[in-house]
């Protein structure tokens, strides 16, 4: 199953496609801004917004669910919430994820979704510190 994307998006995909001769539908029609940089990720869905409180990790959990449960895609979430992460709440996920002998670790899964946060890193309720360059990111 294809996701549609936004009319905006769609749009200006298929003029900077077609400028190029290349059909939309292949992954060499996307423009480069629109090309998921991750190995093994066809497609990536941000839900992001400049104001805090709005529903961003509700929208978040309930599409990546759907996508999952309704439309059976392998679906992933990551939470790079620093400030508060709320989807090991929301996704009723507890404890640490494990770390591979490579040291990468291994995605949280419930509901059909696996899951990375910032939230099983720490304890619940400890403030994270960030030292040196990190704090420049935030």
Known sequence: MKLPWS???HKR???????????SNS????????RPAIDGVKDIIAVASGKGGVGKSTT???LAVTLAVKCRLKV??????VY???????MKLQGRPQVREDMKMIPME??????MSMGFLTDK????????PMVGFL
């Open 125 to 132: 309720d400890a403030p994270i510190v960030w030292r040196g």
């Open 27 to 34: 992954e060499k029609g996307r423009p480069p801004f629109l």
């Open 110 to 115: 419930n509901f059909g979704v696996k899951c």
């Open 76 to 81: 992933g979430l990551l939470d790079a919430d």
């Open 60 to 62: 978040a959990v309930s």
């Open 84 to 90: 508060g992460p709320s989807i090991p709440t929301m």
């Open 13 to 23: 995909l298929r003029h900077w496609s077609r400028d190029r001769g290349i059909s």
């Open 7 to 9: 009319t905006v998006t």
